[in-house]
T-cell receptor, first 111, second 114 residues
């Protein structure tokens, strides 16, 4: 059984650019959640997708957007990058509400 | 809305000594509680969880946590730590008020020394 995978592992962008991060969910999981983990902090919930529909959103601006595909993989898009967007972005997949399985994350650096 | 407070940001401990990581939460409804561990440059791994039933939950690698509803706490303990337990530990809570989305604490860094 393949776990949650994310790509790319690392990414360097400059302010104002756009970025797309990708996540493949664990087999059988229909829900994907995205989190932002700034250095030295706990993960913050960005949004969740359930069966291709957004199912809840945290306190993040609209320039953070996402998609979920029919195979339940997902993308996180961030437009107009700011320096404060530098963080580890974590994807988690789940089938039930009582456990989420996390990927290794994508480290985004904005210069 | 729920929130999580991890009372210790850093916990240095000697090998084979006990360790306790403190976690308090606030929520107005029944909660699910979790402890996740993050090793350097890795994602989060679930250590243990409380959903219902027995208030004492255990992991396969010797950690345990006790749900205390009256004190709104879910402290994590291990009676004897190993060097390999050096990591960051996150307490998290979810409940029905926000459709079971996870809210995390700021984390506790555990450094085990020989």
């Amino acid at each position: 059984e393949t776990g949650v995978t994310q790509s790319p592992t690392h990414l360097i962008k400059t302010r104002g650019q756009q970025v797309t991060l990708r996540c493949s969910s664990q087999s059988g999981h229909n829900t994907v959640s995205w989190y932002q983990q700034a250095l030295g902090q706990g993960p913050q919930f960005i949004f969740q997708y359930y069966r291709e529909e957004e199912n809840g959103r945290g306190n993040f601006p609209p320039r953070f957007s996402g998609l979920q595909f029919p195979n339940y993989s997902s993308e996180l898009n961030v437009n107009a990058l700011e320096l404060d967007d530098s963080a580890l972005y974590l994807c988690a997949s789940s089938f039930k509400v009582d456990e989420q399985f996390f990927g290794p994350g994508t480290r985004l650096t904005v210069l | 809305a729920q929130s999580v407070t991890q009372l210790d940001s850093q916990v240095p401990v000697f090998e084979e000594a006990p360790v306790e990581l403190r976690c308090n939460y606030s929520s107005s409804v029944s909660v699910y509680l979790f402890w996740y561990v993050q090793y350097p440059n890795q994602g989060l791994q679930l250590l243990l969880k409380y959903l219902s039933g027995s208030t004492l939950v255990e992991s396969i690698n010797g950690f345990e946590a006790e749900f205390n509803k009256s004190q709104t706490s879910f402290h994590l303990r291990k009676p004897s730590v190993h060097i390999s337990d050096t990591a960051e530990y996150f307490c998290a809570v979810s409940d029905s008020s926000n459709d079971y989305k996870l809210s995390f604490g700021a984390g506790t860094t555990v450094t085990v020394r020989a």
